[in-house]
């Protein structure tokens, strides 16, 4: 791994540690609040590729698992992976990977600005969402007793504004790429 390479995943896990510490919105009835946490990683993916994206979300895992207070409302320490946020944490850096793989795949080949920007939003819903809850979802449901459905259910209130995340990051992933092309380099 070049020195680059080190410094771009370390950039990206302070980025990831910045919109995690803006001010989550609880919900009621659901114990997992509404972050930029999802926007992080849908950028680190997009951006930075699938090895590189899920090294930055690996890397603030480690930050929160070693007990920084770098989570939503500053949080940290392993304790909070065995709560019912702990799936989607876990989640991110897979989801950070496979958006990056899409990206690289579907984006990077596209022949248009339109058609670019989609291929981006497509890798954001499918890894930095659908991955994700896919995670984040059973770990919810098992963390705190409900069923999967109600779980699932309850979950859904995160889709609109996930959506709006995968947009704004696919667009600003798009604006990046035509100035500094991070997916054409390795790795």
Same mark, same amino acid.
């Given at each position: ?5 080190? !410094? ?10 910045? $919109? ?37 979300? $690996?890397?603030?895992?480690? =930050?929160? /698992?070693?007990?920084?207070?770098? $989570?939503?409302?500053? %949080? ?27 990206? %690289? *795949? ?6 248009? @600005?339109?058609? +670019? !920007?989609?291929?981006?939003?497509? +890798? ?5 969402? =659908? ?9 919810? *449901?098992?963390?705190?007793?409900? *069923? ?6 309850? !979950? ?12 704004? @990051?696919? &667009?600003? /992933? &798009?604006?990046?790429? %035509?100035? &500094?092309?991070?997916? %054409?380099? *390795?790795?």
């Amino acid at each position: 791994m070049k020195t680059k390479d080190t !410094v771009l995943i370390a950039l990206f896990a302070a980025l990831i540690v910045v $919109l995690s510490l803006m001010p989550p919105i609880p919900l009621p009835a659901i114990p997992v609040p509404v972050t930029l946490q999802t926007l992080g990683t849908m950028l680190a993916g997009a951006m930075l590729g699938p090895l590189r994206g899920g090294l930055a979300c $690996l890397l603030y895992l480690l =930050l929160a /698992a070693i007990g920084l207070p770098v $989570l939503p409302g500053g %949080r940290g320490g392993l304790g909070v992976f065995f709560g019912p946020t702990g799936g989607f944490l876990v989640g991110m850096a897979l989801g950070a990977f496979v958006t990056g793989w899409l990206a %690289r *795949s579907l984006a990077a080949r596209a022949a248009g @600005a339109g058609t +670019a !920007v989609a291929a981006y939003v497509l +890798a954001c819903v499918l890894g930095g969402m =659908l991955v994700v809850y896919a995670v984040g979802i059973p770990w919810l *449901s098992g963390v705190t007793q409900m *069923s999967l459905g109600k779980a699932a259910l309850a !979950v859904a209130v995160f889709v609109p504004g996930d959506l709006i995340k995968a947009v704004v @990051a696919a &667009w600003i /992933a &798009w604006r990046v790429e %035509r100035v &500094w092309p991070m997916l %054409r380099e *390795s790795p």
